[in-house]
């Protein structure tokens, strides 16, 4: 069986399944050392209810990133320069520069964390802003550029949307009034979406459409939609369209100002690895964030305003004549939480050790082994074939870092054990998903090859068990 990727060529009297060789592509990994950057969960420490050798150097097989990325080292040595500088020169630390820090001036940290937030998603740092959440970042964006009238009434969203997007548009259309079986389209997906089916409903409702909203990766399937091609066609029928990149900030390979995205909307805590619900990314592209003081209140694009979106040297004058900020910045409503901004700068330093085209040409290679391994030692057109597929597409652009399995209810809860027993942590979304996601800042090729080998087994003995 070929192999979908151009992989290294295995040493003399090794073959690509075999262990030896995932540990000569971790020798011959660029981006190895990353590893050490990052504490792993140890076997002792998970699982309490599940026998675990008492060793601190036994981490489990952790392929849960696509939910919380596991904590870089910088993070909680971030933090504590932080709270040192809040302990001991309490609000002078809004402006005072530590010496010997990792840590910025409060005043310094915003600007800062947007400027490293765009080299991730391919933007400007004017584009760019760490405000809140993710839900209500989109909130906040809709209430500025979901403005339906006349015809234009419409949001387009995939069926599969997560519900909190799902949730999201419902509600806006609600808050307008609008009737939510007329105005609101759902793309299908079988369990793929093709492009050209996303093309062909704008299409199909290109005169009564005000606003779409896709996800960049699908959350469920792991296909990463073609957002340039879309955004492009979107933008051709006037219509504004805003990417959920909670999958694939951190990912993939992002471009979106010079993709021409409208808006974009990400969280933190998944591959970009700041923290359980830490503050999420927004992108407000500089077409739409312009500011003409001059002109008043037409001069820029309404919004909700709140004091931390205008000009910082007004935010303290008090005269209640807001004034908002260029780009992004001017879509903020509260001030932002430091500490959270903090674990993001801390996350950031470890990503500024590579890039993303780095990082991205090793995830191609890590999840098209994954891929390489399951069709190889399992011949899916026979007993293996009812037991599990895959979900997620075979073509390494169409896709991210994770690979969703579609098993078989029957067994999938003895993979889950098995996987539990083995100490391998991957994310099972009932009814029969299993996400195996291996992040090329932490994951090894021979972690991969352990996994395999786990769920071989398991499969195997449920086949003997059915026998």
Excluded at 91 to 117: C, G
Excluded at 225 to 235: E, K, N, Q, V
Aim: with cysteine; aromatic share 8%.
């Amino acid at each position: 069986m070929a192999p979908t990727i151009s992989f290294p060529a295995p040493e003399p009297e090794t073959s690509m399944t075999s262990r030896g060789y995932a540990q000569m592509l971790d020798r011959n990994d660029p981006l190895r050392d990353l590893r050490s950057e990052f504490r792993l969960p140890q076997k002792s420490t998970v699982k309490k209810s599940v026998n675990a050798p008492d060793s601190e150097e036994d981490p489990v097989i952790y392929f849960a990133g696509n939910g919380i990325g596991l904590q870089p080292r910088a993070v909680p040595k971030f933090v504590q320069h932080y709270l040192q500088q809040w302990g001991t020169q309490g609000s002078f630390a809004a402006l005072a520069q530590p010496p010997d820090s990792p840590a910025l001036s409060w005043a310094k940290i915003e600007p800062e964390a947007a400027r490293q937030m765009s080299e991730i998603v391919g933007a400007k740092p004017e584009e760019t802003v760490l405000m809140a959440g993710l839900t209500t970042s989109l909130h906040l964006l809709m209430a500025s550029f979901f403005r339906p009238s006349g015809k234009r009434t419409k949001i387009i969203v995939e069926r599969e949307a997560f519900s909190s997007d799902f949730f999201a548009v419902e509600s806006q259309l609600a808050w307008h009034g609008l009737d939510l079986k007329e105005n609101m389209v759902l793309i299908d997906s079988d369990p793929l979406i093709p492009t050209e089916r996303v093309l062909e409903t704008i299409d199909a409702h290109a005169d009564t459409t005000a606003f779409i909203l896709l996800s960049g990766v699908q959350y469920v399937t792991g296909q990463l939609l073609d957002i340039p091609r879309i955004t492009a066609h979107a933008r051709s029928k006037g219509i504004l369209i805003c990417w959920d990149l909670a999958h694939a900030a951190g990912n993939v390979e992002l471009k979106l100002h010079n993709w021409n995205v409208d808006l974009a909307v990400w969280c933190t805590y998944k591959y970009m690895n700041c923290g359980p619900g830490a503050i999420g990314g927004t992108f407000v592209h500089e077409r739409h964030g312009s500011v003409d003081l001059e002109r008043g209140t037409d001069g820029w694009r309404p919004r909700l305003a709140g004091w931390w979106g205008g000009l910082p040297q007004e935010r303290f004058k008090m005269e209640n004549n807001f004034r908002p900020s260029a780009g992004a910045a001017g879509f903020q409503v509260s001030n932002v939480s430091i500490l959270e901004l903090t674990s993001v700068l801390g996350s950031l330093s470890v990503f500024r050790k590579t890039s993303m085209s780095a990082l991205r040409e090793k995830s191609i290679l890590l999840t098209g082994y994954l891929e390489y391994l399951l069709k190889t030692e399992f011949d899916l057109g026979g007993p293996f074939h009812a037991l599990f597929k895959i979900q997620t597409p075979r073509e390494p652009e169409a896709r991210g870092a994770s690979l969703s399995l579609e098993v078989d209810q029957k067994v999938l809860d003895k993979v889950t054990t098995a996987m539990e027993q083995s100490f391998v942590v991957v994310d099972v979304r009932r009814p029969n998903i299993m996400r195996v996601t291996p992040v090329p800042l932490y994951n090894t090729f021979d972690e991969v090859w352990r996994f395999v080998e786990v769920f071989k087994k398991t499969l195997q003995g449920t086949m003997v068990v059915s026998e």
